[in-house]
């Protein structure tokens, strides 16, 4: 399946972006979803992953409250809403997708992944 991520942009502390995961090429409705960022110079990390059903729903303790991932599988697409944003949400966000009804924290478990959505936030 192919991922398309958008929605990045600059934006103030305390305010909120909506990032979209666009799926082409296969139905998203039998994969699970995740979202992952990655600042300049660390690590990926795991930020938020959803069921293809949406009963199973995990988050990063760092964004536990302030995001919320959801799906729509109609429009074969991902969302990521992030509220209440901190500069240290500073990051390339990147969409994956993994077939089948389980959902992973770790970014070896995803298959498909997008190419990236920047999100800076400014203090």
């Known amino acids: 399946v192919q991922l398309q991520a958008s929605g990045g942009g600059l934006v103030q502390a305390g305010g909120s972006l909506r990032l979209s995961c666009a799926a082409s090429?296969?139905?998203?409705?039998?994969?699970?979803m995740g979202w992952f960022r990655q600042a300049p110079g660390k690590e990926r990390e795991f930020v938020a992953a959803?069921?293809?059903?949406?009963?199973?729903?995990k988050y990063a303790d760092s964004v536990k409250g302030r995001f919320t991932i959801s799906r729509d599988n109609a429009k074969n697409t991902a969302y990521l809403q992030m509220n209440s944003l901190k500069p240290e949400d500073t990051a390339v966000y990147l969409c994956?997708?993994?077939?089948?009804?389980?959902?992973?924290?770790?970014?070896?478990?995803?298959?498909?992944w997008g190419q990236g959505t920047l999100v800076t936030v400014s203090s």
């Open positions: 959803i069921s293809w059903s949406a009963v199973s729903i």
């Open positions: 090429g296969r139905t998203l409705s039998s994969y699970g």
């Open positions: 994956a997708a993994r077939y089948g009804g389980s959902i992973f924290t770790y970014s070896s478990a995803y298959a498909d």
